[in-house]
C-alpha cells in the first residue's frame, strides 16, 4: 500500500484526520465508538466500486443506502427522503453517516448529518478528483429553486478518508472538473512577477501547464496525485485560518461566482462551469483578453468543452443570489497585480450590472474567438 500523505487539520479543538492513499478503505479505523453507520453511497460509484465498497461496509458492519448519483441528490426533496427514511430506521446522535461519492454526495451526507437530531457525525469518503477540495472544509448544502448551494451548514467531517483507487475510474469530464479546482489552488498560491504576468509566469503554474497539456495527461495518477495533495494542503492553509468564511475563504470562491450560474443553468460539472467563471473573474479583475487567450489555449488542449452561453440578464438572477453579496450588487473575488506587490492579491470587490454586463461580453468574445465559432 503506497502512503501519499497523511493531514491533521489544525484547528483549536475537534480536529480530522485526512488520510490520502491508494486502497485507503482497507485500512483499518476505529469506529467502535459510533452505535451505528450507514453509508450513502453515489449509485453509480457504487456499481463501479461494489466489490471494494461491500468489503468495506461487511467489515465495520455498515448499512447501505443508496442515493442518486452527482447533484441530482442535492434537492429539498431527496434531503426530505432521506431525514425521514434515517428516522424510520431509528437513527441515534451517536451514528454515523459515511459519505461515499463525489462532491455531491459529501455535501448532501453532510446537510443530512448537520440537521438529523440537530448534528450527528459524518466521515468523507471522496471518489473523486474534485473531492480533493468539496470534502476538506465543511461546506455542506443542497440546492434551491434560486441557485446552488444556497441551502447548507457548516459541519466538519470526523474523517476524510480519501482513497485515490477510485480516481482510476472517472471519466474525462470528471477528470477536468476535479483539475479545475487544482489550477484554482495554483492560482491562489500565484507568486506572479509583475512584469512577467502577461506571459503567465508563475513558478506554480508554468510546473502546471508544463505537466498537463492534453487530456491523457490527467490520466496519469502518479503525475496527478502530486497536484492533488498540493490542492489539499492550499485548501487546508486557507480553511484553517478561516473556517466559517468570514474572511480569506471567500477566496476558494474564484470563478464561483459566474461558475455556480453557468453549472446551475447548463447543468454542467463543476469545475467545468468553474473553469469559465475563473476566465470571466479575470476579465473583471482587469486582465487584458491576450492573457484569457492564452489561459484559453492551454484549456482547450486539455479538452474543456466550450460553455453555450445565454443572455447576461439569464446569468444576473442568479449572481443576485450568490452568498457572498452583501448589498444589492454582485460580489466578485478578483485577483489583481498591485503596485510593489510580487504577489497576486485576492479580494472581495462588489460591481454594478453595467460592469458586469460589459465584461460578460468581453469575455463571451474571447470565449467564441478561441473556440472558434463566429
Ligand atoms: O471551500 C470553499 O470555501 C470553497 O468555496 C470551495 C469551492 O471550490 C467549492 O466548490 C465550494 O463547495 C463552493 O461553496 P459555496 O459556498 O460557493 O457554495
Redo the contacts with the bound molecule.
Keep these: 500500500m503506497k502512503l501519499i500523505t497523511n493531514y491533521q487539520v489544525d484547528h483549536k479543538a475537534k480536529n480530522y484526520e485526512i488520510i490520502v492513499t491508494e486502497n485507503a478503505l482497507e485500512q483499518e479505523y476505529d469506529l467502535s465508538h459510533y452505535h451505528k453507520c450507514f453509508a450513502l453511497i453515489d449509485t453509480y460509484v457504487y456499481r463501479l466500486h461494489k466489490a471494494k465498497i461491500d468489503a468495506f461496509m461487511k467489515r465495520y458492519d455498515i448499512e447501505k443506502v443508496l442515493i442518486p448519483s452527482g447533484e441530482a441528490v442535492k434537492t429539498m426533496h431527496h434531503f426530505s427522503t432521506m431525514t425521514e427514511l434515517l428516522l424510520e430506521k431509528n437513527i441515534k446522535r451517536n451514528d454515523c453517516l459515511i459519505a461515499i461519492g463525489g462532491?455531491a454526495t459529501g455535501?448532501f451526507t453532510g446537510y443530512v448529518a448537520a440537521s438529523l437530531l440537530r448534528g450527528i457525525s459524518f466521515i468523507q469518503v471522496p471518489t473523486t478528483i474534485l473531492a480533493h477540495?468539496?470534502a476538506i472544509?465543511g461546506?455542506t448544502?443542497i440546492n434551491s429553486k434560486h441557485g446552488?448551494?444556497l441551502i447548507?451548514a457548516f459541519k466538519r467531517p470526523d474523517r476524510v478518508i480519501y482513497d485515490i483507487s477510485f480516481l482510476n475510474t472517472l471519466n474525462d469530464a470528471e477528470l477536468l472538473s476535479g483539475f479545475a479546482?487544482i489550477v484554482?489552488h495554483v492560482l491562489l498560491n500565484g507568486n506572479y512577477k509583475v512584469n512577467q504576468i502577461s506571459d503567465i509566469v508563475n513558478d506554480d503554474l508554468s510546473r502546471l501547464m508544463q505537466a498537463f497539456n492534453k487530456l491523457d495527461d490527467l490520466k496519469d495518477m502518479n503525475k496527478m496525485q502530486t497536484w492533488i495533495t498540493y490542492g489539499i494542503q492550499t485548501?487546508l492553509n486557507v480553511?484553517e485560518r478561516d473556517e466559517l468564511?468570514s474572511g480569506v475563504?471567500k477566496y476558494?470562491?474564484f470563478g464561483?461566482t459566474l461558475g455556480?450560474a453557468l453549472e446551475f443553468s447548463h447543468k454542467l460539472p463543476?469545475g467545468i462551469a468553474?473553469i469559465h467563471g475563473m476566465m470571466y473573474a479575470l476579465i473583471l479583475s482587469g486582465y487584458e483578453e491576450n492573457i484569457i487567450e492564452k489561459f484559453y489555449h492551454w484549456l482547450i488542449q486539455l479538452g474543456y468543452p466550450e460553455v453555450e452561453v445565454k443572455s447576461f440578464e439569464h446569468y444576473y438572477a442568479l449572481l443576485s443570489k450568490d452568498?457572498k453579496n452583501e448589498t444589492d450588487s454582485i460580489s466578485f473575488v478578483v485577483m489583481e497585480q498591485r503596485q510593489g506587490h510580487l504577489e497576486n492579491v485576492f479580494y472581495l470587490k462588489s460591481f454594478e450590472y453595467g460592469t458586469l454586463k460589459k465584461s460578460f461580453e468581453r469575455w463571451v468574445t474571447v470565449l467564441r474567438s478561441c473556440y472558434g465559432e463566429k
Design positions: 462532491g455535501d477540495d468539496a472544509g461546506k448544502g446552488k448551494n447548507g479546482e484554482k485548501k480553511v468564511e475563504r476558494l470562491n464561483h455556480h463543476h468553474v452568498k
